[in-house]
């Protein structure tokens, strides 16, 4: 029996493949939906969670599925507005009850008769945000270049102009990783070793950036021990 989970973006799929090793969990992180970082989870976005599903149902027999995750950003909105999309996702391919809550178990049945449990959690710091959210929340190095992000910030503001929170988490994440946590060697790759394009380089090689005891890590940490 095999335990999958459903991603956002490739991004997502890189931190959450790290987090499944350092839990030392069995679990295959699918490929990304890739809902766009800035389109809201509706139309088109809401297809892709539908169309991925649908094609997770067709798989259900052959690949002996048991437990399936699914992990999508809260980003501005509540607990109840995300668990009403993703129910009414779940609805249009399984028969299944309705989430009631992140981090709890569904059943659900495929029109092949087969059966599997599901669960869902909402990336998230303190109610708000998506991955940059998390990651800005457990950096383990200091942060002197990104943390004057937010006298240029007041600056901003003062000029009559605005940055969304989620513009900024992520403006200060590749900041970080640029000039706080880029070696001298590093640098002269940037794109590739200290950027979010090269994530997967980050996640590889410079692990210890993050502080994987941060208490912002332990929601996601229990919904991966579910499937442990």
Not at 69 to 74: L, Q, R, T, V
Not at 195 to 212: L, R, T
Request: include cysteine.
């Amino acid at each position: 029996m095999s335990n999958i989970v459903i991603v956002e973006s490739k991004n997502d799929a890189i931190f959450m493949k790290a987090m499944v090793e350092k839990l030392n969990c069995d679990i295959q992180v699918e490929p990304p939906i890739y809902i766009d970082d800035y389109e809201s989870l509706e139309g088109l976005s809401e297809t892709k969670l539908i169309t991925t599903l649908k094609e997770l149902e067709a798989d259900l027999q052959k690949r002996d599925i048991e437990k399936i995750g699914i992990i999508i950003d809260i980003d501005n909105d509540s607990e109840q507005e995300r668990l009403e999309l993703v129910n009414k996702c779940i609805k249009e391919v399984f028969e299944a009850e309705s989430l009631s809550s992140t981090k709890q178990f569904i059943d659900i049945c495929g029109e092949s008769g087969t059966n599997a449990r599901l669960a869902c959690y909402f990336t998230n710091v303190g109610g708000q945000g998506e991955l940059e959210t998390l990651l800005k929340a457990i950096k383990a190095r200091d942060s002197p270049y990104a943390d004057c992000l937010d006298s240029w910030k007041t600056c901003i503001e003062s000029q009559g102009k605005t940055i969304d929170i989620k513009g900024f988490d992520k403006f200060w994440v590749s900041i970080y990783l640029r000039y706080d946590t880029c070696s001298k060697k590093e640098q002269k790759r940037a794109g590739e070793k200290c950027s979010m394009s090269g994530f997967d380089y980050v996640m590889e090689h410079k692990k210890n950036i993050w502080d994987w005891d941060n208490p912002a890590l332990d929601d996601l940490k229990e919904f991966f021990k579910l499937f442990c």
